[in-house]
């Protein structure tokens, strides 16, 4: 398994230098092809714009305006960091490239329909106050079958410095795991967390160390640094007490419930992570 394609989903109002300084990196170290995707909702027309935004006094010439202006700058943006990391276009697969994609529709349709033939998945954290930044979310996790980087701030530091497996022995752990080998090879130092309440995972733990080693993959295990009964609060202190940069886990859900009610220790990670964290349900 290799990442060759990765793909950056963009919106008007959404902050994008987090993820796109991510892909930058891990296309330099892994030789990948970034896609970054723009993507704006179709013409409004006078009938679709909110009564109340009609009474605001907004027009449709002036949203359309606004968000035109939005992907301009974007574009700008782009080729700035295109040429600031020393990525080529997309005619040269010979080593990092990048490529400009714009998308007219719904944000969820296009991230499934890209995400679905992309090797990774980099989106920013998930903003309660921009639906859209909730809505590449829930679709990268839950409709592409394929691994979602989430970034929350500007990278500090190399994301494959320290990479930190949250371990449990689930399916989904074990999803994560493989989807993001690639990674682990080439991290400078690859450790294990799993909770002292959990003799499943502590047993099981002994197994992926011996699988990583059949990857080339030195892995050792960390004790959690925090004594709380938290699961996602005790990984949070555990992977700031090891410096680590990237967390790998499985993206849980309840099972008696709809498929977009987190689990508790995804929930936990996706508003409170510090770091990248690579997530696969």
């Given amino acids: ?18 993820q796109m300084d991510a892909a930058a990196r891990l296309a330099q170290v892994l030789n990948a092809h970034v896609n970054v995707v723009f993507v704006r909702e179709a013409a409004m027309t006078a009938a679709s714009v909110p009564e109340m ?6 027009i449709v010439e002036a949203i359309e305006h606004e968000t035109k202006l939005a992907e301009t700058s974007a574009i ?18 010979t080593r990092a490239s990048s490529a400009w994609h714009e998308r007219i529709g719904s944000i969820s349709d296009t991230v499934a329909e890209m995400g679905r033939v992309s090797d990774l998945i980099i ?67 690859v450790s294990i967390f799993t909770v002292p309440e959990n003799p499943k995972a502590l047993y099981d733990h ?17 004790a959690p640094s925090s004594g709380s009964s938290d699961v996602g609060l005790q990984l949070a202190r555990t992977a700031g007490h090891e410096k680590a940069t990237m967390i790998v886990m499985g993206a849980y859900t309840h099972r008696r419930v709809h498929q977009l009610f987190l689990g508790g220790v995804t ?15």
């Fill in 206 to 222: 002994l197994g992926l160390i011996e699988h990583l080693e059949h990857h080339g993959v030195r892995a050792e295990w960390v």
């Fill in 53 to 58: 935004l009609v009474e605001a006094g907004v």
């Fill in 1 to 18: 398994m290799s990442i060759r394609d990765i793909v950056v989903p963009l919106a008007p109002a959404i902050d994008f230098d987090p």
């Fill in 123 to 189: 989106i920013g954290k998930p903003d309660p106050d921009e639906a859209a930044t909730n809505e590449i979310f829930k679709t990268a996790i839950y409709s592409t079958g394929r691994p979602t980087l989430i970034v929350p701030q500007p990278l500090a530091d190399n994301p494959l410095d320290h990479v930190l497996i949250a371990w449990n022995g689930s399916v989904e752990a074990s999803r994560a795991v493989a989807a993001a080998m690639p990674m682990l090879e080439a991290a400078k130092r």
């Fill in 267 to 281: 929930q936990h990670m996706v508003r409170h992570a510090e770091i990248p964290v690579l997530m696969m349900h």
């Fill in 76 to 93: 700008i943006e782009f080729e700035r960091w295109r040429l600031a990391n020393g990525l080529t276009g997309p005619q040269d697969r």
